[in-house]
Nanobody
C-alpha cells in the first residue's frame, strides 16, 4: 500500500501562486509515476499534470501550460505542483495520485493510489 498526503492548498487571489506537495509513504521506492488531478464543482476530474519516474517526462493540461510546473524529489518521496498566475477557474479540490508503473499517464483509472485532496480556491 502507498499513502499519499497533499499539503499546500488554500485561499488566494487571482494572480497569486501556490505550491502543493504530495508526500508518499508505505510501499514506495519513489519510482512510481505521479500525477496531480483536480475536480471542480460540477465538473469531471481532470489531470492537470503528470510526471514519470525519471522526472523528465511530464504532461500538462492545456489550461495550465506555462503556469503550473510539476516536479519530484525521489529522495524525499515527494512530488510538487507549483501553480503560478492562478485564475478563478483553477478553483478545485486537487488530488495527488501514484501509479504502480514508471510511465506517466493522464487518466484516473491508470492510478492505483490517491490522496485525500486539498482545496484550492482562487478569488477574483
Amino acid at each position: 500500500q502507498v499513502q499519499l498526503v497533499e499539503t499546500g492548498g488554500g485561499l488566494v487571489q487571482a494572480g497569486d501562486s501556490l505550491r502543493l506537495a504530495c508526500a508518499a509513504s508505505g510501499r514506495t521506492s519513489g519510482t512510481n509515476a505521479m500525477g496531480w488531478f483536480r475536480r471542480a464543482p460540477g465538473k469531471e476530474r481532470e489531470c492537470v499534470a503528470a510526471i514519470a519516474d525519471n522526472g523528465r517526462d511530464t504532461y500538462y493540461a492545456d489550461s495550465v501550460k506555462g503556469r503550473f510546473t510539476i516536479s519530484r524529489d525521489n529522495a524525499k518521496n515527494t512530488v510538487y505542483l507549483q501553480m503560478n498566475r492562478l485564475k478563478p477557474e483553477d478553483t478545485a479540490v486537487y488530488y495527488c495520485a501514484a501509479r504502480r508503473f514508471t510511465a506517466l499517464a493522464t487518466v484516473p483509472p491508470a492510478y492505483a493510489y490517491w490522496g485525500q485532496g486539498t482545496q484550492v480556491t482562487v478569488s477574483s
